[in-house]
């Protein structure tokens, strides 16, 4: 058995710093059992550790601290105000350290997103878990390690102490929206109020109609204003009905404004592994972080985000299978069950294909849905490949993009961490940023440059978007170039 050998020090005091009353070290968590959770927070398998990690805060608050090690894969995420708006949406309240050099990565020699590295009470490092745990074995395991070290009279119960509540956020109309759809046959927008946990729709007018949810997270179906959500992320709007992407459920529900009830069409509401078929009834598969979903012939396709595949919905018998991805992370064109995606996050048919944003490999993609069903890429390279560039095919650089929307032989591109809109032109394949989404002309004195966008929907040459961390939706004219504020 090898020796133990103590922690190695953070040495991160002149690091930023959040949800704590000062940097931290090992001696100021001295006689507490401490887990660093190496995460990135466009990472949707660091995503799935956050309950985690918040139930074992809940259970044991007084001898266990959590530290988020944030150690960015993208450019956007090394910015510090990015990462303050992050732990704000997933509602973090542990201690974060901005690892944007990865100082303490390579300390404690992490290799993967993500990592949990165990410090014990008495300053010995314990070990590393890569990957997602399971959560009630890792739960039971630290009750069992904190009884161990309670006996041995090394825990201090003051962690508490070292914490700072995360200061309270005013109160807007919307709250970190994720997407936004439009009906024709109802003449209404939806959209989803990830962070009020609620949809709302509106008119053209932009005068918001009705708001779905009650706000309380949960997974109730029922009357409009008695159902609950857990941030949703996507949706689609035709002939009455709603159909959204309950991210953080694992479930896609269906919103009827005739009977104005809320339904579970699919998902088990655990965290699923990968699809495999052959179809099954959609309450009895358990899906993964669906982030975004689009209709087309009975057909709903959802982005399974949390295993890297797009699954589909089959509306007449309410049956589930996969149609896209083998689950493997990575960017590999062909038939579309041997195919391989990374976190899509973006969906939008037309033109006879499903388009979608690849958002972990930066890129745009497309699955047949007219004879050859094949997986065909347009802009991007592969996972560590992104960046802010324009051009024709792959020459073109996005980064991040998490929405998508097919019109008239192009695609207009959410480019989510270049805080811009992008317009992909499937002839050419040229890829060109829209001026207007960067250089903002605005009556409104409070319009300003677009803060990770996540949606975009053009309509009869508008674009609307989904400006995330500005907690409203935009309007772009494409013809004048002039923008106001939607909503928000």
């Known amino acids: 058995m090898p020796e133990p050998v103590h922690a190695p020090p953070l040495k991160a005091q002149n690091l930023p710093w959040f949800n704590v009353k000062a940097p931290l070290d090992l001696p100021d ?6 887990i660093l959770d190496f995460w990135t927070f466009c990472c949707i398998n660091c995503l799935h550790i956050i309950p985690t990690l918040k139930r074992i805060e809940e259970r044991f608050p007084k001898n266990v601290v959590v530290i988020g090690v944030h150690s960015p894969k993208f450019a956007g995420e090394k910015n510090t105000n990015n990462l303050r708006q992050a732990i704000a949406r997933y509602e973090i309240v542990h201690p974060v350290v901005h690892d944007a050099q990865f100082a303490i990565w390579k300390t404690y020699a992490i290799r993967a997103w993500p990592t949990l590295a165990f410090i014990g009470p008495d300053g010995y490092f314990l070990g590393q878990l890569p990957g997602e745990p399971n959560p009630d074995a890792l739960e039971e395991t630290i009750a069992k390690l ?13 962690a508490g102490k070292l914490l700072q509540a995360p200061a309270a956020r005013p109160e807007t109309q919307l709250k970190f929206p994720g997407k936004i759809a439009y009906s024709p046959e109802d003449g209404e927008f939806a959209i989803t109020d990830s962070n009020h946990n609620q949809i709302v729709t509106a008119g053209l007018d932009g005068r918001i109609t009705r708001r779905i949810g009650s706000g309380k997270i949960g997974r109730t179906d029922g009357r409009l204003n008695k159902a609950e959500f857990f941030r949703p992320q996507g949706l689609c709007y035709r002939g009455g009905a709603v159909w959204v992407a309950d991210t953080e459920n694992h479930l896609i529900r269906r919103i009827d404004l005739k009977e104005e009830c809320v339904t579970t069409a699919a998902g088990a509401g655990i965290q699923g592994g990968v699809l495999r078929g052959p179809a099954a009834p959609g309450g009895q598969v358990a899906i993964s972080s669906p982030w975004d979903v689009s209709l087309a012939d009975g057909r709903l396709y959802f982005a399974n985000a949390g295993t890297h595949q797009i699954g589909v919905l089959n509306v007449r018998d309410q049956t589930v299978e996969p149609f896209a991805g083998t689950g493997h992370e990575a960017l590999i064109d062909g038939p579309r069950l041997a195919s391989a995606f990374a ?9 006879g294909k499903l388009f979608l944003a690849d958002s972990e490999t930066s890129s ?3 699955v047949g849905l007219d004879g050859e069903e094949r997986v065909e890429t347009y802009v991007g390279t592969g996972l560590f490949d992104f960046g802010d560039r324009d051009g024709v095919g792959k020459d073109a650089v996005l980064q991040h993009p998490l929405g998508v929307h097919y019109s008239a032989g192009a695609v207009f591109i959410a480019d989510s961490y270049n ?20 250089d903002i002309v605005c009556d409104d004195k409070t319009c300003s440059r677009l803060w990770e966008p996540a949606g975009v929907l053009e309509l009869e040459g508008k674009l609307y978007v989904a400006d995330t961390n500005n907690h409203r939706i935009l309007k772009i004219d494409l013809e004048t170039e002039k923008t106001e504020i939607f909503i928000g």
């Open 29 to 34: 968590l001295k006689g507490k059992l401490v």
């Open 419 to 438: 805080h811009k809109i992008k317009v992909l032109d499937l002839k050419t394949r040229a890829v060109y940023t829209v001026d207007a989404s960067v």
């Open 364 to 366: 745009v993609r497309s």
């Open 343 to 351: 976190q899509p996050s973006g969906l939008s048919v037309g033109g």
């Open 146 to 158: 904190l009884e161990e070290y309670k006996s041995r009279g090394s825990l201090e119960g003051n």
